[in-house]
């Protein structure tokens, strides 16, 4: 019988090498189950294309599909899902997400991915694309980004779009405070997103001019008084 022992150093642990631990690799294993359609059990035909999937894995991601598959809804019963509202494409990228956690293309499709994230309850995919929208804020697409922040309830980005447009405003109005430049202002009201969010979203407009104000207006208390001096 031969006995092996171990080296001690001064703090008292072993010298051995320590046991190696492979990475985790679930999203890369999950990624492989959809990309391959192994063992799928339910079928997505999304503007003429057909994606298989896995009823479990999406039920555990969305509660939107875990409603879907656990009430005897017709979808749940045939196993086929038809999905008019997204494009092929966007819906492609959110089921890559929900199987590895992971939307490699999210910067070319931030605001109708933003759409599908919320439509099936994606709350980490939805602030993900509204990450991408606020660092890509223009004076051209500012609105449009805007009234797509309202309409999908992201409040993250709609305060950062009503934050950018009132700093446009502010920079273009006269550093007195006094008389606008309506000039320079058209810069941003000139857009098809502003003019559309004036005809259909007026709440929008008087949010962002609401916010400018409060910023500009200073905050007015009451003076103390002085005291006497004998």
Not at 67 to 77: G, P, V, Y
Not at 84 to 102: A, L, Q, S
């Amino acid at each position: 019988v031969s006995v092996v022992q171990d080296s001690v150093n001064i703090s008292g642990q072993s010298n051995t090498n320590t046991l190696k631990v492979p990475e985790c690799r679930l999203a890369e294993d999950l990624g492989n189950l959809w990309e391959t359609t192994r063992f799928t059990d339910c079928s997505f035909y999304v503007g003429g294309q057909e994606f298989k999937a896995h009823k479990s894995v999406l039920a555990a991601r969305s509660p939107v599909f875990n409603a879907m598959f656990e009430h005897e809804m017709e979808e749940s019963k045939k196993n086929r899902v038809e999905i008019n509202d997204v494009d092929p494409e966007v819906f492609k990228e959110m089921m890559r997400f929900i199987y590895t956690g992971k939307a490699p293309n999210l910067e070319k499709m931030a605001d109708n991915l933003l759409a599908a994230a919320d439509k099936y309850a994606l709350e980490r995919l939805k602030v993900m694309c509204e990450e991408a929208l606020c660092s890509n804020l223009s004076v051209e697409n500012v609105a449009d980004i805007l009234i797509l922040a309202d309409l999908h309830s992201a409040e993250q980005l709609k305060a950062q779009a009503i934050d950018f447009i009132n700093s446009v405003l502010r920079q273009l109005g006269c550093k007195d405070g006094k008389n606008w430049n309506s000039n320079q202002a058209t810069d941003i009201m000139e857009t098809a997103g502003w003019k559309s969010m004036i005809h259909s979203h007026p709440h929008l407009v008087a949010e962002a001019f609401r916010a400018l104000a409060s910023a500009q207006c200073p905050q007015f208390g009451i003076p103390r008084k002085r005291l006497k001096q004998s």
